[in-house]
């Protein structure tokens, strides 16, 4: 338990984010959404007179994403502001009345609908705030002007005021933005590396996909993000300390890779086609640094049954061999259960009872609910099915994780779920699961 436990938390660099002062995550944001960038801005509090508004004014970063807007104070008090570009009226430079003493570029939200999440940091239901009257959010950047990114935050809010864009407009904005982003060389190591493949890909992690862009040289393989939400702006491995690397599906089409290091952690990058895939897969084996081990199925099953590789170990490789990981919740590592008595104090291990009938699916265990899942394959026009749910879903594997990475913000969400049952309530319900 303690090696799934840290397996996953190693993939999931969001716990980093959650014991920092910095609350923003992807998991924040909407399915299909992008964060590009953000700047730092000043925020006046509404519905306060002027002179109490620069008084309690709020310093903290306004994420510019595809789909919205999202302040994070620099107070972990406050609650994080979220304004969807569909529900704003007005988003623009506001003009000032001529006695205000709020001087300078500011950017003004109008909205009566806005979402407000994780105040004082305490992780609980988003509270969706709609107000009866028009609000006013305004924020004045620092550092930079307005006119620098008004254009870029006016390009998607006018994409959404007609309704919901079309997915091509915001991939050909999300095009245009990554083409404006370089490879910055001087995070490459040694001089004497020599480029040999560079291409934009996914990064995978637990529920969220970080774009960015991968350069290959014959010595490391660097990742860098097209945002800042990552703990380090360039990730960098050593091609020597690679251990293995497998090709995998990932939502159902070949564009998967994962890389294991002998550290024990993982990279999964997703490509845009099976073409770019092959070919950073091709230009990582091509690479003299790169030494990996020798991967013999036959090997591991001798190894297996001699006792010299644990049933855990083992079971984790015939997971990986059929494209599961850690990063990816809908392909996470599957697990029978063995044990049926979670009652006792202490399990008789010599005793059939302790132990599940394996020569049956789980759904099969509870003979009432067999004889309805006969009845309606019976009744059922074809193609006839007897199990309508996947035995694994990103639903059922927070379920589980919950237990072992309570303080990860895409897992204690289901804290209050989990927490009420047990192993043995979920052993009971096991003819409904399934």
Not at 170 to 184: A, W
Not at 279 to 295: G, M, N, V
Not at 341 to 365: N, V
Not at 384 to 394: A, E, N, Q, V, W
């Amino acid at each position: 338990k303690r090696h799934r436990a840290m397996a996953f938390l190693s993939t999931c660099p969001e716990l980093k984010s959650a014991q920092s002062t910095n609350r923003f995550s992807l998991l924040l944001l909407e399915h299909g959404e992008v964060y590009f960038e953000d700047i730092s801005v000043n925020f006046y509090p509404v519905g306060l007179p002027e002179h109490l508004a620069i008084q309690r004014m709020v310093r903290g970063r306004l994420k510019i994403c595809s789909h919205s807007l999202i302040f994070e104070p620099q107070d972990l008090v406050q609650p994080i502001l979220k304004f969807p570009y569909r529900s704003c009226s007005g988003i623009g430079r506001w003009h000032a009345p001529l006695m205000s003493k709020i001087t300078g570029d500011v950017l003004s939200i109008e909205t009566s609908d806005y979402v407000k999440m994780l105040e004082g940091s305490v992780v609980r239901p988003y509270d969706f705030v709609k107000s009866s009257r028009k609000l006013d959010f305004r924020f004045s950047p620092n550092y930079i002007a307005l006119g620098e990114v008004q254009g870029k935050i006016m390009q998607l809010f006018q994409a959404w005021s007609t309704g919901r864009p079309a997915p091509d407009l915001i991939r050909s904005y999300s095009d245009n933005h990554e083409k404006q982003i370089v490879f910055n060389s001087c995070w490459i190591e040694d001089l004497s590396e020599r480029e040999a493949l560079q291409m934009v890909v996914n990064r995978v992690l637990p529920l969220v996909l970080n774009r960015g862009r991968v350069l290959l040289t014959d010595q490391r393989m660097y990742f860098q993000s097209f945002n800042n939400v990552d703990t380090e702006p360039v990730r960098i491995f050593k091609l020597r300390d690679m251990r293995r690397v497998v090709l995998r599906r990932f939502l159902l089409s070949h564009v998967g890779i994962e890389v294991f290091f002998r550290s024990g952690g993982s990279l999964y990058l997703a490509c845009d086609s099976p073409k770019q895939r092959e070919a950073l897969y091709t230009a990582l084996l091509a690479q003299a640094a790169t030494k990996l081990d020798p991967d013999d199925q036959v090997n591991v099953m001798l190894s297996w049954q001699r006792g010299a590789l644990s049933n855990y170990d083992y079971l984790l490789y015939l997971n990986s061999m059929a494209d599961r990981s850690f990063n990816d919740l809908t392909q996470y590592p599957v697990f029978p259960w063995v044990i049926a008595d979670y009652k006792s104090s202490e399990l008789d291990l010599t005793s059939p009872a302790t132990f599940r009938d394996l020569s049956k699916p789980i759904g099969a265990l509870n003979p009432e609910r067999l004889l309805q899942y006969l009845a309606r394959y019976d009744e059922m026009p074809e193609p006839k099915f007897f199990y309508g749910t996947h035995y694994s879903t990103p639903g059922y594997v927070l379920f589980y994780t919950i237990r072992d990475a309570p303080c990860i913000p895409c897992v204690c969400r289901m804290a209050s779920l989990t927490m009420r049952t047990g192993c043995s309530q979920t052993w009971a319900r096991r003819g409904k699961v399934c």
